[in-house]
C-alpha cells in the first residue's frame, strides 16, 4: 500500500491506493487470482518500486 512504481522508459509513475485481498501476503502470492500476475509493466518492461 502506498508504493511508487516508475517506468524507466517514459518515467510513467504508479501509486498503490487499493490491494487486492490476495496480493501482498507469501501464502496468498503463489495463488493469486490476478490474470496477469501480481506485477506491472509498461513500455514493454516491468516498473520497479521508486526508491
Excluded at 3 to 8: M, P
Excluded at 31 to 46: H, I, Q, R, W, Y
Amino acid at each position: 500500500m502506498n508504493q511508487v512504481y516508475v517506468c524507466k522508459e517514459c518515467g510513467l509513475e504508479l501509486k498503490v491506493v487499493k490491494e487486492c485481498d490476495e496480493c501482498g501476503t507469501e501464502e496468498h502470492s503463489a495463488a493469486c487470482g490476478c490474470a496477469e500476475g501480481c506485477s506491472f509493466d509498461c513500455c514493454g518492461n516491468p516498473m520497479t518500486l521508486k526508491s
